[in-house]
């Protein structure tokens, strides 16, 4: 069955470095998403992303974040130059169509530390 | 505004009896509605979801969620439960607007003791 893949699996960084995370979606799907879920709390949206541009945004998607599909089959989070506050679990998802009903397929998520 | 509530942040069962998680929403309009799982480093994964017809739904793993406009819950239940059954479990909103996200409940640790 296909999977939706992130990596890498744990990143460490220190406050005001820049964090790129990588998400290999579904190969026929055409949106994909980004959340977030700091630890114990609820997942958020960040961003959904369709034909090589951010379709939505949330408030939490702010300037220091971007997403981009580099290729074919990338699509990354970049965090410019990351928060302590930035620390998370950060999940990748994708859908194949945008209807509201179409289910979104989730990665196992990239859990980033800022330190 | 929409919104989620998982009230429960953590459900305990016995092996073989039967399950609820629960969970209500608050959307104007008609509901999407889903239910995720997320066990141990993995990310989530599609349970099952109501999108209109039979008010009662059959997922994976044997779980079914029972949809009900009046109370606006979508309660996630299973006849019998597994050991294996232990993870987090997450309900989901979205509503039918253009513009409208999914929104996420906090989740409910549900653990199944052997």
């Known amino acids: 069955e296909p999977e939706v893949t992130q990596t890498p699996s744990h990143q460490v960084t220190q406050m005001g470095q820049e964090v790129i995370l990588r998400c290999v979606p579904i190969s026929n799907h055409l949106y994909f998403y980004w959340y977030r879920q700091i630890l114990g709390q609820k997942v958020e949206f960040l961003v959904s992303?369709?034909?090589?541009?951010?379709?939505?945004k949330s408030e939490i998607f702010d300037d220091q974040f971007s997403v981009e599909r580099p290729d074919g089959s990338n699509f990354t989070l970049k965090i410019r130059s990351t928060k302590l506050e930035d620390s998370a679990m950060y999940f990748c998802?994708?859908?194949?169509?945008?209807?509201?009903?179409?289910?979104?397929?989730f990665g196992p998520g990239t859990r980033l530390l800022v330190l | 505004a929409q919104s989620v509530a998982q009230p429960e942040d953590q459900v305990n069962v016995a092996e073989g009896n039967p399950l609820t998680v629960k969970c209500t929403y608050s959307?104007?309009?008609?509901?999407?509605l889903f239910w995720y799982v997320q066990y141990p480093n993995r990310g989530l994964q599609f349970l099952l979801k109501?999108?209109?017809?039979?008010?009662l739904v059959k997922g994976s793993y044997g779980f079914e969620a029972e949809f009900n406009k009046s109370q606006t819950s979508f309660h996630l239940k299973k006849p019998s439960a597994l050991v294996s059954d232990s993870a987090l479990y997450f309900c989901?909103?979205?509503?039918?607007?253009?513009?409208?996200?999914?929104?996420f409940g906090k989740g409910t640790r549900l653990h199944i003791l052997p």
């Open positions: 109501y999108i209109t017809g039979d008010n």
């Open positions: 998802a994708s859908s194949a169509l945008s209807t509201g009903q179409e289910t979104q397929y």
């Open positions: 992303f369709y034909n090589n541009e951010i379709s939505e």
């Open positions: 959307v104007s309009g008609n509901p999407y």
């Open positions: 989901a909103v979205r509503g039918q607007n253009r513009d409208d996200k999914i929104i």
